[in-house]
Structures are given as structure tokens and as C-alpha cells.
């Protein structure tokens, strides 16, 4: 909605509230809330703040030394959130509330703070641009749904969670009409906050889901996925519900991904369409660097695609998550699948969990294959067969440490994002990997209890 039809809604009482947001590194939606007449007449038109120290917590909102962004001894001053009011939309999911997602910007210069998430898919949709490119993307994000609320699981630490379903249900739809009344809801808010909807199904795990929605620009796509997670959330919670985006929730379990399709555009056309033949696709060369690119650098920015100490366990054999980097046409056993052909062809890149940040995920595939175009770099040949199989393929990286280690020293990364983003992002990494790194888990506790 348009600003003026924001204040025609709060003339009739039908808006009240404006949740002005934005995402941190974990992709978690933080901000503020909004008188909604109050937002229409100042937050608008000038924006608002928020303290810094937010682009340097943990997962415990805790700030972390070593930062060169913000700290104690700069004082965690402020920077600005200027709404991009083309996502200005009913969040119909909650009570007579808007939601709008903000740009990050530097308090002193005024343009986006380079670091922020969303900042740093801007740069590579305009390095798109410069290349006379326009970008399509969509998420597949996939999720577990457990019968107990969000307290009741925190209570019992997580334990003997209820699954939604009690078999694996992926595509059934007998299965899927038990988690309807949830998931219908969801379908609804969504299509009523300006998010279209496709279609929703079982997945291979129990209580696992997928809820998709159409395909669009790619920073609109960003958009989409984040305001679809805080859907689904915040719509779980309101019914007695949990549904978590962890890679992988348990052992025994399937992992959740997100799988990325993109395409590039020029005027109205698929540009990825062409007579060359690559393997058993007909392509353009921009499509075949695109893919080279995309490959080639997969493990220079695999933080972005697998950015927690659980992400790295999804990658098993067998389970449908992908543990070599190659690529084939509609085999889900690569960990880019090509699919489509002429106008509808596209990427579709497997490697990323359900627990990434879109705008991070997104800027990575798009700064590693437009790399690719301009570089010129060949994919790898088709693979044809069972990729798990398949040994002698490099495989995705087993563990944060190795994925930050490899970010950090990566000069395809430093090119691409710079060398303040790139050290910022690899200390908040290995923030993350000391914090377990100290954890006493569970899984000690069983094994050594008794038997050491």
C-alpha cells in the first residue's frame, strides 16, 4: 500500500500499528512498532533509528567485542532505518497491522551501511545492472511443525517434541489436510499482505513442510522470504504451535532447506535461453559462465548459504541435501539443479539450509555467477547418475570453522564484497563457532556420563 492508503486505512480503523523492520545477521526480523498515523507522518518521510550494536550480537542479543563496526568504546551509538515503502503491506496475520522492511543507512554519509544484509544484496543486483541484467529468484523454504507452542517446547528444553505428522507425508495429501487449519491460515495472510502464494505440501521428514510463493525480483524475493518466516512463526504462535527453520532438527530427521532458483532477464527475456548446448541443456554462454561462476566459487561464500554450526549437518548422503558441488539437469541428488528450458530456464542451487539469511544467500549466488560472466569460467561437465555416489566430486565444506576459514581468506570474496564486510562477517562466524565450541551438549552428556 501507498503511504496515503495507509492513512485512509487508519482514518477507518482498519491500521493501527506499523512494524518497521529490518534483519540482522541471523536474518531474525528486529525493529520497531509504530503508531500507524504517527509512522505515516514522520518515519515515512525521515526515517527512524536504531542503536548499532544490533549488526554485532549473538543469538542472545548479547554484544560481542572485537568488532571494528561498533563497540563499548565507540558507545553503540545509532544508525538510521529508512523504510523502502514499496514493501509497505498489510501484515494480515496480525491485529489492524502494517509492516514495512528498512534499508540500513550510515548515520554520517546517509548511504546504506555496506554491511548490512540488505546492502549487500543491493550491490550485486546493481552489478547485475551494470551488466544489463535484471534478476528473478525465488526461495523454497522448508520447515517442521511440532504440537506444542513455542513456551511448552522452550520448557521442556526442546525434548520429545511433537511432530505434526506421525509418517512421512511428502506429498500426501491425507497427511497435509491434518496441518491444514495452520497452514491455510498462513496461505490466506499471506496472499492478503501482498505475498502470492503457489502452493504448499508435506516434505520427507515428519511434520515437515513447504509453502511457496511466486517468484519476483530478486530483492522482492528477499523480501518475501523474510516477511513468509515471520508468517509462519508468528502465525504458529498465535494457534499452540512451534515450527522451527533449523538445517537440521534432528539426527533421524530430513534437513530443511532453502533452495534458490535465479534467472537473468533483459528486456522482458530470459537470457539464460539459447541454441548452445551444454550436457542435455539448450542455453545462452551467460547462462553456462553463470553456472561456472556459481559453482566455482560455492566455497568461497559458503557462510552465506550454511551460516550455523547446525547447517553443516544437513549435508548427508541419501537425505535429499546435497554433498557435492555439481551440477546436473532435474537431479536432485546435484547441488545445482538445472531445470526449465527456454523461457523457463533456470538454476536451482540446493546448498543452502532454511536457516539462512535470503539477503546474504542471494547476494552470494549472484556476486559468484556474475563472477562468472565476467570471468568467463566454465562449469564443470554434467553429471549424469547418482551424485552421492560420486567420490571423487569436491565436496560442500563439513563445518563452519572450515566454511569461515575459507571466507576469510577468499580474494573473490574481498573482491565482491569488500574487505570490512568480509572481516566483519568472519568474525561474527567464528563468534559463532567459539560460542559452541565451549557448549557442553547433550550428546557428551549420553556418551561420557557413565562410560569414560
Known sequence: MTVDELRDRVALGEVETVVVGFTDHYGRLL???YDAGVFADTAAVHGTHACNYLLTTDMEMTPVPGYTFASWEKGYGDFRLAPDLGTLTLADWLDKTAVVLCDIKEETT????????RSLLRRQIEG?????????AASELEYYVFTQSYRAAAEHDYRALQPAGWYLEDYHLLQGTRTEPFTAAVRRHLRESGVPVESSKGEWGLGQHELNVRHAEAMQMADRHVILKQCLKETADRMGLSITFMAKFAEERAGSGCHIHLSLWRDGDNVFAG??????VKCSDSFRWFLGGWIARAPDVMVFYAPTINSYKRYVDASWAPTRLAWSYDNRTAGFRVVGQGPSLRIECRVPGADCNPYLAYAAALASGL???RNRIEPPACFTGDVYAARDLPRVATGLSQATQCFAASEFARRAFGDDVVDHYAHFFRTE????????????????????
Do not use: C, M
Open 31 to 33: 525493529g520497531k512498532r
Open 110 to 117: 546517509g548511504g546504506n551501511l555496506p554491511l548490512a544484509p
Open 128 to 136: 547485475a545492472r551494470e551488466l544489463g541484467f535484471t534478476v528473478q
Open 275 to 280: 541454441e548452445r548446448a551444454l550436457g542435455p
Open 371 to 373: 563472477e562468472g560472466i
Open 433 to 452: 563457532q567459539g560460542a559452541f565450541s565451549t557448549a557442553v551438549t547433550d550428546w557428551e552428556r549420553r556418551r561420557y556420563f557413565e562410560r569414560i
